[in-house]
């Protein structure tokens, strides 16, 4: 069936630098892929999302670019902040059944000031 | 209300009890979700409203576990008899229409603890 794979966490990082969390996904057809985050005592919400090949989701400094070739969704920012501290979770819709909507097991990402 | 509301925010219950669990969604949403979060084990899919279609049941555990959408607003999970592993956060989300794909807006959930 369909499923997505993050990178366990957590993720340790200084402020300013570099952000990378990797998401790889099976899924038959194209569906569509999301990136949401869950900030300390917040539900859930929606950050970016991809739905096509190629496609580039973007927001908030946050970038995930849709490949195909290699069945990826990665997240990147280039400068973290303090604030970015949260979990992270990869989705995917399925195409053609946009209903259910599959989770990652969500990576904890600590920003240290 | 301006986002979705669940409640209660935390129950705790003993073996063997049955409760129940509230989700009221944004208003005008056609879709419902429930999700079940673990620690360790991400979000697990439970079951799906959309609109006055039969609900998608598949992510249900056992058939200890059901849900109602009623008027298709507010919903209602019940989970009987509960098991210690029944432990969790529940998680409701609601989604505007079939277009807003993959935008779930969701609660704080209900974090249950089974003695």
């Known amino acids: 069936g369909n499923s997505v794979t993050q990178m366990e966490g957590p993720v340790t990082l200084s402020e300013e630098a570099f952000l990378t969390i990797n998401c790889t996904y099976t899924?038959?057809?194209?569906?569509?892929l999301f990136w949401y985050v869950q900030y300390p005592g917040e539900g859930l919400q929606l950050l970016l999302k991809a739905t096509k090949a190629d496609d580039k989701g973007s927001n908030k400094g946050f970038e995930a670019t849709y490949r195909k070739e290699t069945t990826s969704f990665h997240l990147e920012k280039g400068s973290v902040q303090v604030s970015d501290s949260a979990v992270y979770f990869c989705?995917?819709?399925?195409?053609?059944?946009?209903?259910?909507?599959?989770f990652g097991k969500g990576t904890r990402l600590h920003i240290l000031p | 209300g301006a986002g979705v509301s669940q409640s209660p925010s935390n129950k705790v219950t003993e073996k063997g009890k049955d409760v129940e669990l509230r989700c009221d969604p944004i208003?005008?949403?056609?879709?419902l979700y429930w999700y079940r979060q673990s620690l360790g084990q991400g979000l697990e899919f439970l079951i799906y409203f959309q609109g006055n279609s039969a609900p998608d049941k598949s992510g249900l555990p056992s058939d200890r576990f059901s849900a109602e959408r009623t008027g298709g607003s507010v919903s209602t999970l019940t989970i009987q008899r509960t098991q210690q592993e029944d432990s969790a956060v529940y998680l409701c989300?609601?989604?505007?229409?079939?277009?807003?794909?993959?935008?779930?807006?969701f609660g704080e959930g209900s974090r249950l603890t089974v003695l």
């Open positions: 208003s005008g949403h056609t879709a």
């Open positions: 989300a609601s989604r505007r229409d079939r277009k807003a794909t993959g935008e779930l807006f």
């Open positions: 899924a038959t057809g194209y569906p569509s």
């Open positions: 989705a995917l819709s399925e195409e053609n059944r946009d209903d259910k909507i599959i």
